[in-house]
């Protein structure tokens, strides 16, 4: 009988490296939105007002980000364990780092930034994340491939013909 976790990470595996850097993503959304480690003091204080009634509602309110789901916390909880057991040290921070930079941006992580961190190109960050990508999945399943076999038609050659 599979435990749980191995059971999660055979429905993880089972629909592709997108979804397992999907999965990445996720958890490093999902750290962001744990709260805080040090405990805020709560102190009584006297709260701003304006002073003109026509200054309410023009002021920037400050938007939170939503608590995470316990669904959410139990998939952290996985990834942080699959990448503990699997990954070397250099592969986690850089996994991390990069995940931490795409986390809630539309334009996905920022290579660039990254790479002046690291000292090196960007292009060259972006491939090694994907080396370690690519490696984390072959560790977690080895058996599989992440291509679909298609059968490609024989082309016709000029040669084969006479």
């Excluded at 003109?52 to 909880?77: F, M, N, V």
């Excluded at 660039?112 to 399943?141: E, F, Q």
Aim: with cysteine; charged share 25%.
């Amino acid at each position: 009988m599979q435990t749980i976790k191995q059971h999660e990470i055979d429905l993880i595996l089972n629909n592709g490296i997108d979804h397992l850097d999907n999965l990445l993503a996720e958890a490093c959304e999902t750290e962001k939105m744990m709260p805080s480690v040090r405990v805020k003091q709560r102190l009584t204080h006297w709260m701003d007002y304006k002073t003109e009634w026509t200054a309410y509602g023009y002021s920037k309110g400050k938007s939170r980000l939503p608590k995470p789901t316990p669904k959410q916390i139990d998939r952290y909880d996985l990834v942080i364990e699959m990448l503990s057991e699997h990954c070397t040290l250099e592969e986690r921070k850089l996994i991390w780092a990069v995940n931490h930079s795409g986390a809630f941006r539309d334009r996905g992580p920022q290579w660039s930034k990254i790479g002046k961190i690291l000292h090196i190109n960007y292009r060259t960050v972006k491939r090694r994340y994907l080396d370690a990508l690519y490696k984390l999945w072959y560790t977690l399943k080895p058996n599989t491939q992440n291509i679909e076999h298609k059968v490609l038609p024989m082309q016709s050659n000029s040669l084969n013909n006479r």
